[in-house]
């Protein structure tokens, strides 16, 4: 167990691509933190270099407060899954856990010890003997697990390790990583792009875009107060709505419509509204008015996507939004349908710098 | 479960007809008329011919100079071999880890592969020219008593060096694409699970390796036992004193030379059935170790 400090942490390619650009932060002892993130944000490339598998080409990062920018990859006390699981292809799921054990001189019947307990804890006890590719991709997961469980390694990374399973496997595995971190208790970093991984397994989560880390903490934390238009639109499953709209010294403009209860407001720059689909209720006399488009059936409720009336977005046309109803709502293909909102749940941005503002 | 078939057709047996005819005019063809031409002896002129069964056998077979081109066969095929892929290896690892200026280095190394081995042996016969060589210069100016001509040894070194040198590229060529074959996230698994680069070698890399290792064990005996033939024809021709003659060689320095049709039909055969020989052996024996 430990914690894993970043200082300044730059990365820059020979090519003069940037993918890191200044990361500072603590990992805690025992903590599970997710990198979540568009693909090319550099979340990868952060993994990597705490791994050792990329040189830092500034800053620090120190694991128990030793620094290992120049310690290489066996000796940082690190273990990493990785996304196509990298097992060695010639070896046995025996041989493959054992092969770091060995590498690291230690006596055979410690090692075997070591191998039959985490291959019960991830109950693959019965293929111990077996090839890799003689294996489901579920098990070739465990089996990358088990590689780095029986190492004992101060910090777990993983690198997107759920995205090779399909959709209900993915469950399953992310209960179980979750499940094993809980009791294991070492301290995890876990890079995903999927947001629904990263809110579920998440202790804080750290949202990166463009190399920097836009915002971190706690998934229910970044839900409710996004710190920036980025967070809001990443973070959230259906996507947030978002309205671009002016301010006139009390209410909230964008074609025809004028939206009551906001103040302190910027009036000169373009602003951008912010509203989660699950925030959006039918009322009688609401604040948009929607023309359904489609309607999807989730069983326990119904997502309802359509343009609003008398508004447009920044490409001109008819505002799409999302509004979650309960499953009993099904509103007729081209109806319209009354929505409101209750304003001090709404979330306003500078369009310009993306920061939010309310 | 319904199969489909070209029920008696005569379609299939069309489709493999010009393989098949290939096989039996260039391959079936001339082994069923050297198997014949062994059992036979010939004057110098074709003018008469006796069936003699297996004298031609036990002539040849049992001479001073074909166990001696055995000898040096085997022995130049086992080096050939070992060094050509060895130094092939250890160039494809280092130019797989080469980060600038990689497929500049890649094609400089391939180019040899363009070469006909003749070509090679006559280049390296300019090399190893007592009056113009710089290699036979070079060897003698640091105190090498080096002559080809005189001695064994230097003479087989020149065909060793030459055909390694020949031979280097192609195995350079499928061991990098080896290389490259292997995952770099499996490469990278190990460098977390072992420091040390040379243990990391020969516990991943090389046996992921076994598959390509494998093949181009058999081409390379193949290529040392056959294709060879225009490098030792160009440079040493066997001498000195027959001290670099290949089986390949003997049996057209016998035939075509010597004008022994029986006899080198005699040799012709005994090397077919060695090399299909090593080659059983190879796949028994070396295959069951590979992982594919």
Same mark, same amino acid.
């Given at each position: 167990?430990?914690?894993?400090?970043?200082?300044?942490?730059?990365?820059?390619?020979?090519?003069?691509?940037?993918?890191?650009?200044?990361?500072?932060?603590?990992?805690?002892?025992?903590?599970?933190?997710?990198?979540?993130?568009?693909?090319?944000?550099?979340?990868?490339?952060?993994?990597?270099?705490?791994?050792?598998?990329?040189?830092?080409?500034?800053?620090?990062?120190?694991?128990?407060?030793?620094?290992?920018?120049?310690?290489?990859?066996?000796?940082?006390?690190?273990?990493? %899954?990785?996304?196509?699981?990298?097992?060695?292809?010639?070896?046995?799921?025996?041989?493959?856990?054992?092969?770091?054990?060995?590498?690291?001189?230690?006596?055979?019947?410690?090692?075997?010890?070591?191998?039959?307990?985490?291959?019960?804890?991830?109950?693959?006890?019965?293929?111990?003997?077996?090839?890799?590719?003689?294996?489901?991709?579920?098990?070739?997961?465990?089996?990358?697990?088990?590689?780095?469980?029986?190492?004992?390694?101060? %910090?777990?990374?993983?690198?997107?390790?759920?995205?090779?399973?399909?959709?209900?496997?993915?469950?399953?595995?992310?209960?179980?990583?979750?499940?094993?971190?809980?009791?294991?208790?070492?301290?995890?970093?876990?890079?995903?792009?999927?947001?629904?991984?990263?809110?579920?397994?998440?202790?804080?989560?750290?949202?990166?875009?463009?190399?920097?880390?836009?915002?971190?903490?706690?998934?229910?934390?970044?839900?409710?107060?996004?710190?920036?238009?980025?967070?809001?639109?990443?973070?959230?499953?259906?996507?947030?709505?978002?309205?671009?709209?002016?301010?006139?010294?009390?209410?909230?403009?964008?074609?025809?419509?004028?939206?009551?209860?906001?103040?302190?407001?910027?009036?000169?720059?373009?602003?951008?509204?912010?509203?989660?689909?699950?925030?959006?209720?039918?009322?009688?006399?609401?604040?948009?008015?929607?023309?359904?488009?489609?309607?999807?059936?989730?069983?326990?409720?119904?997502?309802?996507?359509?343009?609003?009336?008398?508004?447009?977005?920044?490409?001109?046309?008819?505002?799409?939004?999302?509004?979650?109803?309960?499953?009993?709502?099904?509103?007729?293909?081209?109806?319209?349908?009354?929505?409101?909102?209750?304003?001090?749940?709404?979330?306003?941005?500078?369009?310009?710098?993306?920061?939010?503002?309310? | 479960?319904?199969?489909?078939?070209?029920?008696?057709?005569?379609?299939?047996?069309?489709?493999?007809?010009?393989?098949?005819?290939?096989?039996?005019?260039?391959?079936?063809?001339?082994?069923?008329?050297?198997?014949?031409?062994?059992?036979?002896?010939?004057?110098?002129?074709?003018?008469?011919?006796?069936?003699?069964?297996?004298?031609?056998?036990?002539?040849?077979?049992?001479?001073?100079?074909?166990?001696?081109?055995?000898?040096?066969?085997?022995?130049?095929?086992?080096?050939?071999?070992?060094?050509?892929?060895?130094?092939?290896?250890?160039?494809?690892?280092?130019?797989?880890?080469?980060?600038?200026?990689?497929?500049?280095?890649?094609?400089?190394?391939?180019?040899?592969?363009?070469?006909?081995?003749?070509?090679?042996?006559?280049?390296?016969?300019?090399?190893?020219?007592?009056?113009?060589?710089?290699?036979?210069?070079?060897?003698?100016?640091?105190?090498?008593?080096?002559?080809?001509?005189?001695?064994?040894?230097?003479?087989?070194?020149?065909?060793?060096?030459?055909?390694?040198?020949?031979? %280097?590229?192609?195995?350079?060529?499928?061991?990098?694409?080896?290389?490259?074959?292997?995952?770099?996230?499996?490469?990278?698994?190990?460098?977390?699970?072992?420091?040390?680069?040379?243990?990391?070698?020969?516990?991943?890399?090389?046996?992921?390796?076994?598959?390509?290792?494998?093949?181009?064990?058999?081409?390379?005996?193949?290529?040392?036992?056959?294709?060879?033939?225009?490098?030792?024809?160009?440079?040493?021709?066997?001498?000195?004193?027959?001290?670099?003659?290949?089986?390949?060689?003997?049996?057209?320095?016998?035939?075509?030379?010597?004008?022994?049709?029986?006899?080198?039909?005699?040799?012709?055969?005994?090397?077919?059935?060695?090399?299909?020989?090593?080659?059983?052996?190879?796949?028994?024996?070396?295959?069951?170790?590979?992982?594919?």
């Amino acid at each position: 167990m430990a914690n894993v400090q970043l200082r300044g942490v730059r990365k820059t390619y020979p090519n003069g691509a940037v993918a890191v650009r200044g990361v500072d932060m603590v990992v805690e002892d025992g903590e599970f933190i997710v990198f979540v993130g568009p693909s090319g944000c550099g979340k990868s490339t952060l993994l990597r270099m705490i791994a050792g598998l990329e040189k830092i080409t500034e800053g620090d990062i120190s694991i128990e407060d030793r620094r290992i920018n120049d310690v290489s990859p066996a000796d940082r006390d690190v273990a990493m %899954v990785f996304q196509n699981y990298a097992l060695y292809p010639h070896m046995t799921v025996r041989g493959n856990m054992s092969y770091g054990l060995k590498n690291r001189g230690m006596p055979k019947d410690e090692i075997n010890r070591k191998v039959e307990e985490a291959a019960e804890l991830l109950r693959i006890s019965d293929f111990l003997d077996r090839q890799p590719n003689q294996l489901s991709g579920g098990q070739r997961q465990r089996v990358a697990m088990g590689r780095a469980i029986v190492r004992e390694p101060k %910090v777990f990374l993983f690198d997107e390790p759920l995205s090779n399973l399909d959709a209900k496997l993915r469950v399953q595995m992310r209960i179980e990583i979750k499940r094993l971190q809980r009791r294991l208790n070492v301290t995890s970093i876990y890079v995903t792009h999927d947001q629904t991984e990263a809110m579920t397994l998440a202790d804080r989560l750290a949202v990166i875009n463009d190399g920097k880390i836009e915002q971190i903490g706690a998934p229910i934390d970044l839900y409710n107060n996004p710190a920036s238009l980025f967070v809001a639109s990443f973070i959230g499953s259906p996507q947030v709505n978002l309205l671009p709209v002016t301010f006139d010294g009390s209410r909230l403009i964008n074609g025809e419509l004028a939206i009551d209860g906001f103040s302190d407001l910027p009036q000169s720059t373009p602003l951008v509204l912010g509203i989660r689909p699950d925030d959006l209720s039918q009322a009688s006399h609401g604040q948009f008015t929607m023309r359904v488009d489609i309607v999807e059936q989730h069983g326990a409720d119904n997502l309802i996507y359509g343009a609003l009336h008398g508004i447009t977005n920044a490409e001109e046309d008819g505002a799409e939004f999302c509004f979650k109803a309960s499953h009993d709502l099904l509103p007729p293909l081209e109806s319209s349908l009354s929505l409101g909102f209750d304003a001090s749940k709404a979330m306003v941005f500078d369009q310009q710098s993306g920061q939010r503002l309310i | 479960m319904k199969r489909v078939q070209f029920e008696h057709s005569s379609l299939p047996y069309l489709f493999v007809a010009p393989q098949i005819i290939i096989i039996a005019i260039f391959f079936l063809w001339p082994a069923m008329q050297a198997i014949y031409q062994s059992f036979l002896l010939e004057d110098a002129f074709g003018l008469s011919t006796q069936f003699v069964w297996f004298r031609n056998y036990s002539d040849t077979i049992l001479s001073p100079s074909w166990l001696q081109a055995a000898g040096f066969t085997a022995i130049f095929a086992t080096l050939v071999t070992f060094i050509s892929m060895g130094l092939a290896l250890l160039l494809a690892v280092k130019a797989n880890e080469v980060l600038r200026g990689a497929s500049t280095y890649k094609t400089t190394l391939m180019w040899a592969y363009a070469i006909a081995p003749p070509v090679a042996g006559l280049m390296g016969n300019l090399m190893f020219n007592p009056l113009i060589g710089d290699l036979y210069k070079f060897f003698n100016a640091i105190g090498w008593d080096f002559n080809h001509k005189l001695d064994a040894f230097d003479a087989g070194f020149v065909v060793v060096l030459i055909s390694v040198w020949k031979q %280097v590229s192609v195995n350079f060529i499928f061991f990098l694409s080896g290389l490259q074959g292997i995952p770099k996230s499996v490469n990278e698994a190990s460098m977390m699970d072992c420091n040390s680069p040379t243990r990391r070698f020969w516990t991943i890399t090389f046996p992921l390796l076994a598959p390509t290792t494998f093949f181009l064990m058999v081409i390379n005996i193949t290529y040392a036992f056959f294709e060879t033939f225009g490098i030792i024809d160009t440079t040493t021709r066997g001498a000195p004193g027959g001290a670099t003659n290949t089986l390949v060689f003997k049996v057209f320095q016998d035939g075509f030379r010597g004008a022994d049709l029986g006899g080198s039909s005699a040799q012709s055969v005994v090397l077919m059935v060695l090399v299909l020989a090593l080659t059983v052996v190879q796949f028994r024996f070396i295959e069951r170790k590979v992982h594919y």
